[in-house]
């Protein structure tokens, strides 16, 4: 719960002190359910837009005691034709294949799918992320569920002002990251669960990894795979550009494929750089020009250290911030060449 006490000038979120956490609540744009503070937003749940706090799972779920959730997650931008969801088929391509990868019986299709998320942000307006989630709520007692029905939740919300506005604390997003490379927990292992799956249970050895690093001071992890090459950030995936200008990413042999980095990827061979999808040792990491993240929040996001070694001048480099323009103007529908990648959400 937010405290709101007499003793700082302003609370984390830029309340003035003593203001009443309701008021504060109010000044957010949620609301008060019993003791939990909620935003105002809507979730399609199986077909019926509900209340954000009716959105719920028994807490013996098996989705939630195993692990089982597949989900994919996607942005809306402002465009000269409004809000605009960002290569949503991809994205939907992608949940289906996560479901199909860990045996999830999702019988709802691609149209279906795409409507509900499209209508889902219609009815939630100011949203800037997409949350689809499929999942058994069913009570089970094995590890293989009786009951397999999926149900789907799909959330259109704003992260900053709907869930990070209501924390006692918050991270700060830094312009730029001092990562760290994970030399104990390796990267998710296709013998267990392949990497190209986004399901909950794939998180756990990337969350204790980075929570460490964070205690450390460092804003972001990396992690590798079994043989010891860099895969991938818990939730981004990773480039480098060589002395010789050329970008380079790990292959989606061992990673998840993430659809922030094959927008990169077009976008790069377009404006005619030289792209390699091949392995990457740790130590190519530091000899780099530049490193940088994408993701579906991160965008590009340049990399200035790796286990506090500088990486070219310990600044953002040229390459990193032509690409994170270039993102910026294919997002915002400025390129004509990729508007097939927006979908917009009110009809013209």
């Known amino acids: 719960m937010l405290l709101f006490c007499g003793e700082d000038p302003k609370s984390p979120h830029g309340f003035p002190a003593g203001l009443r956490y309701s008021s504060a609540v109010a000044a957010l744009g949620g609301h008060i359910e019993g003791s939990q503070a909620v935003p105002d937003r809507r979730i399609w749940l199986d077909g019926e837009l509900v209340p954000w706090h009716a959105a719920t799972v028994h807490v013996l779920s098996h989705s939630l005691q195993r692990g089982s959730l597949v989900f994919d997650y996607m942005s809306v931008k402002d465009t000269h034709r409004g809000p605009a969801i960002f290569r949503l088929d991809d994205h939907v391509t992608r949940l289906l294949r996560s479901a199909e990868l860990v045996g999830l019986p999702l019988e709802r299709s691609a149209e279906e799918l795409t409507a509900a998320i499209v209508s889902t942000v219609r009815a939630n307006p100011g949203s800037t992320a997409v949350k689809i989630s499929a999942f058994l709520p069913s009570i089970e007692i094995d590890v293989v569920p009786v009951d397999d029905l999926v149900s789907v939740a799909i959330a259109a919300y704003h992260p900053g002002r709907d869930i990070a506005a209501y924390k006692p604390s918050r991270v700060d997003r830094r312009d730029v990251l001092r990562i760290w490379v994970e030399k104990c927990v390796r990267n998710r292992r296709s013998d267990i669960v392949p990497p190209q799956a986004k399901v909950a249970a794939n998180y756990v050895s990337p969350m204790l990894a980075k929570w460490r690093a964070r205690k450390n001071g460092y804003d972001e992890i990396l ?109 915002s529908g400025a390129d004509s060449e990729f508007l097939h990648w927006l979908t917009f959400v009110n009809p013209a």
Do not use: C, H, K
């Open 223 to 331: 992690l590798v795979d079994e043989e010891g090459y860099v895969a991938e950030g818990p939730t981004t995936n990773v480039f480098i550009v060589g002395s010789d200008g050329a970008l380079q990413t790990p292959s989606t042999e061992n990673v998840l494929p993430g659809v922030t980095r094959s927008t990169i990827l077009e976008i790069a061979r377009r404006d005619g750089l030289t792209v390699r999808e091949t392995q990457v040792r740790p130590e190519e990491l530091m000899a780099a020009r530049e490193v940088f993240l994408t993701g579906t929040t991160a965008g590009v996001w340049p990399v200035v250290s790796v286990d506090d070694q500088a990486i070219g001048d310990g600044s953002p480099g040229i390459t990193s911030q032509q690409l994170r323009s270039r993102f910026q103007e294919v997002v």
